[in-house]
């Protein structure tokens, strides 16, 4: 009988322990099911912030050289600086209150202590850097360390993240600094295919050049290099022509020179023709006559 009963005392723990272990096991396992959602959409907030703190950023680079008159000393460096902390040559920029990146990580934090989840991000490297002539891509490395307030699972996820910002709609800063900020124009990249139509029509051409839109050139900088005022060639590069009759309607003087933006406002030589049934300012070097379809319209 004392067997017996010893027996069933044993049986009855180990039940009663079976039953403990699966259901902590059960809570684990959602526990983690949980979290494993959680870091999901995490991702998709920091593809948000990333996007949202990085156009800021790029608004906010703008936004300095405009303030200050002068080009960015480098791009990849002020852009980390105001993405992280708000700041450029730490000035601090109104467009990144509360939107730097470090405020949106800070803002994921706060909901994930409600969900009894500790969240740390380490930011590795920010870059950004072109891979076509209208967009700028921005990658992040960073690593998201989560654990559970109750020790249940943690994690350590290495992540890195692009995204891509259109340049258009964005200020080109050549035009800004060369006019004493008195001119500005924004990128737009051209619809026009044809320049010149049936008869030396030079229609399109004028279009073009008054709006001063902008075509993809190898031989001009791209927008990142235009920020930091480098006239270099890019695989990557923009180029407009600049519309004269707008700095002489801001009193700023005008210059003899190819009115394709990199040439106008850089020192290289350059021979120059003018173009018939173009205005007398409008001139385009020799190497670009092809290009805008003037070969056989110099003066």
């Known amino acids: ?102 405020n949106w990580t800070q803002r994921i934090k706060e909901q994930a202590i409600k969900l009894d989840i500790i969240v740390d991000f380490d930011i590795n490297n920010i870059i950004i850097y072109q891979e076509n002539p209208w967009t700028v891509n921005i990658g992040l490395d960073v690593t998201l360390n989560l654990e559970d307030i109750r020790k249940t699972a943690s994690w350590q996820r290495p992540l890195y993240i692009t995204t891509n910002i259109s340049i258009q709609e964005f200020e080109d800063p050549l035009y800004v600094i060369n006019s004493y900020g008195r001119v500005t124009n924004t990128i737009i990249k051209t619809t026009i295919t044809d320049f010149i139509g049936p008869n030396n029509d030079t229609t399109n051409l ?54 394709v933006d990199y040439i106008y406002f850089g020192d290289q030589s350059t021979t120059n023709y003018n173009i018939k049934n173009m205005p007398l300012w409008f001139k385009l070097d020799e190497e670009h006559l092809a290009t805008y379809e003037c070969e056989d319209l110099i003066e």
Request: hydrophobic fraction near 40%; glycine fraction near 6%; charged fraction near 20%.
């Open 206 to 259: 004028k279009i073009h050049v008054n709006n001063s839109y902008y075509i993809e050139s190898n031989t001009a900088p791209s927008f990142l290099m235009r920020l930091e005022g480098n006239l270099s060639d890019s695989a990557y590069g923009i180029e407009s022509l600049v519309n004269l009759e707008e700095f002489q309607a801001q009193e700023v003087p005008i210059r003899g020179r190819s009115v």
């Open 1 to 102: 009988t004392a067997i017996a009963l010893i027996s069933l005392v044993v049986f009855s723990f180990t039940i009663y322990t079976s039953y403990r272990l699966r259901d902590k096991m059960m809570v684990t396992e959602t526990r983690i099911y949980s979290m494993d959602i959680f870091i999901d959409d995490v991702e998709k907030d920091i593809e948000r912030g990333l996007y949202i703190s990085g156009f800021r950023s790029l608004m906010s680079m703008e936004q300095y050289i405009t303030d200050n008159g002068i080009f960015l000393y480098n791009a990849n460096s002020c852009f980390k600086e105001a993405f992280l902390n708000g700041t450029i040559n730490n000035s601090q920029m109104g467009l990144m209150n509360e939107s730097t990146f470090i």
